[in-house]
């Protein structure tokens, strides 16, 4: 009986220690590690332990109640039975954290239910993680299994040779004792709060909190939470107080001056995958990269202080065509019933007697596009298989250029007025396009330039040819972002992640080109384009227009569990799970706070009445 109390010790200590070693590997693989000093270092193993024990109580569940109900079971039995549910674990465990490596570096979040929405489109999840070293982590894996599993062999041996069999009637009451016992480290000790992510946060170093999270506890914690849309978690303020706080963004809709030939013009918006204004040189990007963009830049009126709402595609295809807001730790477009109740673009535009086209070079069915697409009521939708297999990349679809020249053809013969949504995807991982690179090197920066280049002339080749075609000088061009890319890396600054350009033009733009230096966001597209064709943007409630000089230079986005604010000569970042500022930049104040508080609050509580 006593080698079976040790054995349940031994597993929990065993497994504790191999997290804390998944730690340090996890450490070594994240450049962002080398930023640390050694006591930094060493807190996050010493904050990082409660949770690498509450994850190990966890494990130890399951190998505690095979002894527990099956004491009478032969020796031989009971350990080959442990053996394969230590294997089991163990390669569960190790899956994780191979699969975290990577979902870290790319996202800078810890692995949750946030990829797994995208396992409904098998084929575009492949192409999201194509440029990830896949034989490393292979080899990493293989190497967690082989060491883990001999490791665990010689650390539990000594006590499953002790087994012998026992009485049922005895053991199994007091091995259920002690089984249920492991909730004490499972919520992280007898404390009233139970383990959660604030407990292991230590340092003002927002990657050292990260790095003292184990990544299966998260994963665990996450699947667990994820269909908790009951209550809203980000209530900062009183409801009133909430709202009240928001009043100052939100200013009396003025009549707004005309930028147009005439109200009713032929509108495209293209949606340009990733493209982020740190490839853009007059923007304070990389130079070289967007050349076409830049030279197009001088012709029309380009908003240079515009911020995307989120982080991901889905997120930014429901900020630009339904002026809503990112959520922290929600996707709209993957809640179908949820999505079906925003106000759209395409509806506005079918109900004013525009022809609505939507086109994508990939599959809509990737995080339920096809449902929201439906929803936007788009006369056509133009996608993957509507295009020629030689004409695909190797993963998401047809190249731009591609696309590019489809639209181009069926918009010779289209009903005018038109409104055309183009999304593109060149520019997405494994970044393979079909010209030459002008960027040496295969490492991922030099890749994602490349696409981004390739894109860019694809753009410029399309502008060149649009502009010969009779429904040009009827027609307005908007180019923006789906979201913005961690990548180039130029400054630690993560605020410039989220900044995206913003260019209209075209044949109905009667404005002279001009630098719109005003503070916004993608969620305001809507109500700004609106406003111009003397369209009701009322549904758009969160959208405010750029144009109107009353308007507070604001701009709000949302990242894993924390949000953003960008407004004049200040910017700062806010981590929810801590609920304090992680990052700032200027004179940030507590109205400042509490203005980003009050507008999480109120968008998710928005999200939540859907």
């Given at each position: 009986?006593?080698?079976?109390?040790?054995?349940?010790?031994?597993?929990?200590?065993?497994?504790?220690?191999?997290?804390?070693?998944?730690?340090?590997?996890?450490?070594?693989?994240?450049?962002?590690?080398?930023?640390?000093?050694?006591?930094?270092?060493?807190?996050?193993?010493?904050?990082?332990?409660?949770?690498?024990?509450?994850?190990?109580?966890?494990?130890?569940?399951?190998?505690?109640?095979?002894?527990?109900?099956?004491?009478?079971?032969?020796?031989?039995?009971?350990?080959?039975?442990?053996?394969?549910?230590?294997?089991?674990?163990?390669?569960?465990?190790?899956?994780?954290?191979?699969?975290?490596?990577?979902?870290?570096?790319?996202?800078?979040?810890?692995?949750?239910?946030?990829?797994?929405?995208?396992?409904?489109?098998?084929?575009?999840?492949?192409?999201?993680?194509?440029?990830?070293?896949?034989?490393?982590?292979?080899?990493?894996?293989?190497?967690?299994?082989?060491?883990?599993?001999?490791?665990?062999?010689?650390?539990?041996?000594?006590?499953?040779?002790?087994?012998?069999?026992?009485?049922?009637?005895?053991?199994?009451?007091?091995?259920?004792?002690?089984?249920?016992?492991?909730?004490?480290?499972?919520?992280?000790?007898?404390?009233?709060?139970?383990?959660?992510?604030?407990?292991?946060?230590?340092?003002?170093?927002?990657?050292?909190?990260?790095?003292?999270?184990?990544p299966q506890w998260n994963f665990i914690h996450s699947c667990l939470e994820q269909k908790n849309y009951g209550s809203n978690p980000y209530t900062f303020l009183p409801r009133q107080r909430a709202s009240q706080t928001l009043k100052v963004l939100y200013q009396p809709v003025t009549t707004p001056k005309s930028l147009l030939t005439n109200p009713r013009p032929n509108v495209i918006i293209i949606i340009w995958e990733s493209f982020t204004a740190k490839s853009v040189a007059t923007l304070?990007?990389?130079?070289?990269?967007?050349?076409?963009?830049?030279?197009?830049?001088?012709?029309?009126?380009?908003?240079?202080?515009?911020?995307?709402?989120?982080?991901?595609?889905?997120?930014?295809?429901?900020?630009?065509?339904?002026?809503?807001p990112a959520q922290a730790t929600a996707s709209i477009m993957t809640l179908p019933t949820k999505a079906a109740k925003l106000p759209t673009l395409g509806q506005v535009f079918k109900k004013a007697g525009y022809q609505t086209s939507f086109y994508y070079g990939g599959e809509t069915e990737f995080a339920n596009i096809k449902s929201y697409l439906y929803h936007n009521q788009f006369d056509r939708i133009v996608s993957k298989s509507d295009f020629d297999a030689r004409d695909w990349n190797?993963?998401?679809?047809?190249?731009?250029?591609?696309?590019?020249?489809?639209?181009?053809?069926?918009?010779?013969?289209?009903?005018?007025?038109?409104?055309?949504?183009?999304?593109?995807?060149?520019?997405?991982?494994?970044?393979?396009?079909?010209?030459?690179?002008?960027?040496?090197?295969?490492?991922?920066?030099?890749?994602?330039?490349?696409?981004?280049?390739?894109?860019?002339?694809?753009?410029?080749?399309?502008?060149?040819?649009?502009?010969?075609?009779?429904?040009?000088?009827?027609?307005?061009?908007?180019?923006?972002?789906?979201?913005?890319?961690?990548?180039?890396?130029?400054?630690?600054?993560?605020?410039?992640?989220?900044?995206?350009?913003?260019?209209?033009?075209?044949?109905?733009?009667?404005?002279?080109?001009?630098?719109?230096?005003?503070?916004?966001?993608?969620?305001?597209?809507?109500?700004?384009?609106?406003?111009?064709?003397?369209?009701?943007?009322?549904?758009?409630?969160?959208?405010?227009?750029?144009?109107?000089?009353?308007?507070?230079?604001?701009?709000?986005?949302?990242?894993?569990?924390?949000?953003?604010?960008?407004?004049?000569?200040?910017?700062?970042?806010?981590?929810?799970?801590?609920?304090?500022?992680?990052?700032?930049?200027?004179?940030?104040?507590?109205?400042?706070?509490?203005?980003?508080?009050?507008?999480?609050?109120?968008?998710?509580?928005?999200?939540?009445?859907?």
């Amino acid at each position: 009986m006593k080698s079976r109390f040790l054995f349940i010790l031994a597993v929990l200590l065993s497994w504790t220690g191999w997290l804390a070693f998944n730690r340090l590997v996890f450490l070594g693989y994240q450049t962002q590690s080398r930023e640390l000093d050694w006591p930094t270092l060493t807190g996050v193993f010493a904050h990082g332990f409660r949770m690498d024990l509450s994850t190990a109580g966890y494990l130890t569940i399951l190998p505690a109640l095979v002894i527990t109900f099956f004491p009478n079971t032969p020796a031989h039995r009971l350990t080959t039975t442990l053996r394969v549910v230590a294997l089991f674990e163990l390669a569960t465990v190790s899956l994780i954290t191979v699969a975290d490596l990577e979902v870290f570096r790319t996202w800078g979040f810890h692995l949750d239910v946030t990829p797994l929405h995208y396992l409904k489109s098998p084929h575009e999840a492949a192409a999201s993680v194509a440029a990830s070293p896949l034989f490393l982590l292979a080899l990493l894996f293989g190497g967690l299994m082989v060491v883990g599993s001999y490791g665990f062999q010689q650390l539990l041996r000594p006590f499953t040779h002790r087994f012998r069999p026992v009485r049922r009637r005895m053991a199994t009451p007091v091995l259920l004792v002690a089984t249920f016992a492991l909730i004490i480290p499972i919520r992280g000790g007898m404390q009233l709060a139970p383990m959660n992510v604030s407990t292991v946060y230590f340092s003002p170093i927002a990657f050292a909190n990260y790095a003292a999270v184990t990544p299966q506890w998260n994963f665990i914690h996450s699947c667990l939470e994820q269909k908790n849309y009951g209550s809203n978690p980000y209530t900062f303020l009183p409801r009133q107080r909430a709202s009240q706080t928001l009043k100052v963004l939100y200013q009396p809709v003025t009549t707004p001056k005309s930028l147009l030939t005439n109200p009713r013009p032929n509108v495209i918006i293209i949606i340009w995958e990733s493209f982020t204004a740190k490839s853009v040189a007059t923007l304070g990007g990389r130079t070289g990269v967007t050349p076409q963009f830049e030279k197009l830049s001088h012709k029309g009126l380009f908003f240079n202080q515009i911020y995307a709402s989120g982080d991901r595609s889905e997120k930014g295809l429901i900020a630009l065509l339904s002026g809503f807001p990112a959520q922290a730790t929600a996707s709209i477009m993957t809640l179908p019933t949820k999505a079906a109740k925003l106000p759209t673009l395409g509806q506005v535009f079918k109900k004013a007697g525009y022809q609505t086209s939507f086109y994508y070079g990939g599959e809509t069915e990737f995080a339920n596009i096809k449902s929201y697409l439906y929803h936007n009521q788009f006369d056509r939708i133009v996608s993957k298989s509507d295009f020629d297999a030689r004409d695909w990349n190797s993963k998401w679809g047809a190249h731009d250029h591609v696309v590019y020249n489809r639209i181009l053809s069926d918009l010779g013969s289209a009903k005018q007025p038109f409104f055309l949504s183009l999304f593109t995807l060149s520019s997405h991982e494994p970044f393979e396009v079909p010209m030459p690179a002008v960027f040496s090197g295969d490492d991922e920066e030099s890749l994602f330039l490349n696409s981004l280049y390739y894109a860019d002339h694809s753009l410029g080749h399309f502008i060149a040819q649009a502009k010969k075609q009779p429904w040009w000088a009827n027609t307005l061009v908007i180019i923006t972002a789906d979201h913005g890319h961690r990548l180039p890396v130029l400054t630690n600054d993560r605020v410039r992640d989220f900044h995206v350009p913003m260019l209209w033009l075209g044949g109905a733009l009667k404005a002279k080109p001009q630098l719109i230096d005003q503070i916004g966001s993608q969620t305001d597209l809507a109500a700004t384009l609106l406003h111009q064709l003397n369209l009701d943007a009322t549904p758009f409630s969160w959208s405010r227009d750029l144009l109107n000089p009353q308007n507070r230079p604001f701009a709000y986005f949302a990242f894993n569990n924390g949000f953003g604010v960008v407004q004049p000569n200040r910017h700062l970042l806010f981590d929810n799970t801590s609920r304090r500022v992680i990052s700032s930049s200027g004179s940030v104040d507590k109205q400042d706070v509490e203005l980003g508080e009050a507008y999480e609050e109120e968008s998710y509580q928005d999200f939540l009445n859907k």
